[in-house]
């Protein structure tokens, strides 16, 4: 099995089915029963693995993350309930009061603001560079810098940071490097590839399958040495590369509880089984989008990174051969042709998802940018005159029909 499709399909590594069941059967059950006192003393003891307590592990949420370590060719993979909970189990499990993390302030708005306004009162310093600024990355590290933490193409601003020199960078200094690849997943971006060390997923975007269920993903690519994390040479010693692994399941994610419902795991391994399809053809869709919108006087310019006058084109096209997903940025003359815009819409709608199999649009400064101030918005890229639109996976004439709607109405 070589093909990404068909090792999303038939890549089960579950064991047999009773009855030959061709879905992976929902494990609905919060317990597990052993059969004597001695194997569930084994269990908890981790000398024995076995499935005792749905927080911890549970077989369908196993399931999808055997696959998704199968696709990625990840070391180990851990299954969490959203995006934000795998991005907060990561950084919690690397870092601790006292030490800091280099990231940028050219995030997704709610990861800026865990590490703004959740992380940084427990004492986790966030700095925040330009990632495209690789003398600024090299500066902020210090002995005390536990990840450098980026987008693998950023939402809202559609940025591609050069990822193999940032890796690099990261490594001389003897620091893992995390990848957000929510809008790209191990489909368009092979992050083991190009040496990340962790990346993280929402995999309520494109994996769910259209927006079925919220669910993470962090994927341990078995890259980086966790001797050089204090707080996982403890794990290291007993566990090797399977350190980060074994905190997350015997210490954070056990104990934060942001475990993933074997339901949606169902869900996301059912939404795997076409992802290849869908995300060929949201990019297909989008970059005709995106070409169509650069040509019409109203539009002053759009950001996507597959075109000609992107200035990441070049990068994009060597990281991402084959596509950069659905999403693409684009502004008009100010706010309130931004809201007559969207309001003349029939078909894409007005919702703060992306990677649906449904268009989307949004105005992320007057939604998920509203809590930041003017000045705070200009630092994170987000434009009062900038609209997002996630493209899905409908008929191409159909949406320009529909932008075509938009404009008529200014
Ligand atoms: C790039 C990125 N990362 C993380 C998240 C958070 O994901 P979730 O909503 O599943 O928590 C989002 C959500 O939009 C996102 O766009």
């Given at each position: 099995?070589?093909?990404f499709?068909?090792?999303a399909?038939?890549?089960?590594?579950?064991?047999?089915?009773?009855?030959?069941?061709?879905?992976?059967?929902?494990?609905?059950?919060?317990?597990?029963?052993?059969?004597?006192?001695?194997?569930?003393?084994?269990?908890?003891?981790?000398?024995?693995?076995?499935?005792?307590?749905?927080?911890?592990?549970?077989?369908?949420?196993?399931?999808?993350?055997?696959?998704v370590?199968?696709l990625a060719?990840?070391?180990?993979?851990?299954?969490?309930?959203?995006g934000?909970?795998?991005?907060?189990?990561?950084?919690?499990?690397?870092?601790?009061?006292?030490?800091?993390?280099?990231?940028?302030?050219?995030?997704?708005?709610?990861?800026?603001?865990?590490?703004?306004?959740?992380?940084?009162?427990?004492?986790?310093?966030?700095?925040?560079?330009?990632?495209?600024?690789?003398?600024?990355?090299?500066?902020?590290?210090?002995?005390?810098?536990?990840?450098?933490?980026?987008?693998v193409i950023?939402n809202?601003?559609?940025?591609?940071?050069?990822?193999?020199?940032?890796?690099?960078?990261?490594?001389?200094?003897?620091?893992?490097?995390?990848?957000d690849g929510t809008v790209t997943t191990p489909y368009l971006f092979?992050?083991?590839?190009?040496?990340?060390?962790?990346?993280?997923i929402s995999s309520t975007k494109y994996i769910s399958g259209g927006a079925t269920s919220m669910g993470g993903l962090?994927?341990?690519?078995?890259?980086?040495?966790?001797?050089?994390?204090?707080?996982?040479?403890?794990?290291?010693?007993?566990?090797?590369?399977?350190?980060?692994?074994?905190?997350?399941?015997?210490?954070?994610?056990?104990?934060?509880?942001?475990?993933?419902?074997?339901?949606?795991?169902?869900l996301q391994?059912l939404g795997l089984e076409t992802l290849s399809l869908r995300i060929d053809k949201s990019s297909?869709?989008a970059?005709?989008?995106?070409?169509?919108?650069?040509?019409?006087?109203?539009?002053?310019?759009?950001?996507?990174?597959?075109?000609?006058?992107?200035?990441?084109?070049?990068?994009?096209?060597?990281?991402?051969?084959?596509g950069v997903g659905g999403i693409?940025?684009?502004?008009?003359?100010?706010?309130?042709?931004?809201?007559?815009?969207?309001?003349?819409?029939?078909?894409?709608?007005?919702?703060?998802n992306i990677n649906d199999n449904k268009?989307l649009?949004?105005?992320?400064?007057?939604?998920?940018?509203?809590?930041?101030?003017?000045?705070?918005?200009?630092?994170?890229?987000?434009?009062?005159?900038?609209?997002?639109?996630s493209v899905g996976i409908?008929?191409?004439?159909?949406?320009?029909?529909?932008?075509?709607?938009?404009?008529?109405?200014?």
């Amino acid at each position: 099995m070589k093909g990404f499709a068909t090792k999303a399909i038939h890549g089960s590594l579950l064991k047999p089915e009773a009855h030959g069941s061709l879905r992976p059967p929902v494990y609905d059950s919060v317990a597990f029963e052993f059969s004597d006192s001695r194997q569930i003393q084994l269990a908890f003891e981790g000398r024995k693995p076995a499935h005792a307590y749905s927080r911890i592990t549970n077989p369908t949420v196993d399931e999808l993350e055997q696959r998704v370590r199968l696709l990625a060719d990840a070391f180990g993979v851990v299954a969490v309930s959203s995006g934000m909970a795998a991005i907060s189990n990561a950084i919690l499990t690397l870092a601790e009061a006292g030490t800091n993390i280099v990231t940028t302030r050219w995030i997704f708005g709610n990861t800026y603001s865990l590490f703004e306004h959740t992380l940084k009162p427990w004492g986790l310093e966030s700095r925040y560079v330009d990632m495209t600024d690789e003398k600024a990355l090299a500066d902020a590290i210090d002995d005390k810098t536990r990840a450098i933490f980026l987008e693998v193409i950023t939402n809202p601003q559609m940025q591609v940071a050069d990822i193999d020199h940032i890796v690099a960078i990261a490594h001389e200094h003897g620091v893992p490097v995390v990848l957000d690849g929510t809008v790209t997943t191990p489909y368009l971006f092979r992050s083991r590839d190009h040496g990340v060390d962790l990346e993280v997923i929402s995999s309520t975007k494109y994996i769910s399958g259209g927006a079925t269920s919220m669910g993470g993903l962090i994927l341990d690519n078995g890259l980086f040495d966790w001797k050089k994390n204090p707080k996982l040479a403890p794990y290291a010693k007993q566990y090797g590369p399977g350190a980060l692994i074994a905190a997350l399941r015997h210490e954070v994610y056990r104990n934060v509880g942001a475990c993933q419902s074997p339901h949606n795991a169902s869900l996301q391994i059912l939404g795997l089984e076409t992802l290849s399809l869908r995300i060929d053809k949201s990019s297909a869709n989008a970059i005709s989008l995106a070409k169509w919108l650069e040509k019409q006087p109203q539009v002053k310019v759009v950001n996507y990174p597959w075109l000609e006058s992107s200035p990441y084109y070049a990068r994009a096209k060597h990281l991402f051969p084959h596509g950069v997903g659905g999403i693409l940025t684009f502004d008009l003359a100010s706010h309130d042709t931004c809201f007559a815009f969207q309001d003349a819409l029939r078909l894409i709608r007005r919702a703060t998802n992306i990677n649906d199999n449904k268009t989307l649009i949004i105005h992320p400064s007057s939604t998920i940018f509203c809590e930041f101030s003017e000045e705070q918005k200009a630092a994170m890229g987000v434009s009062d005159s900038m609209l997002r639109l996630s493209v899905g996976i409908e008929d191409e004439e159909d949406l320009i029909e529909d932008l075509q709607r938009g404009l008529v109405a200014l």
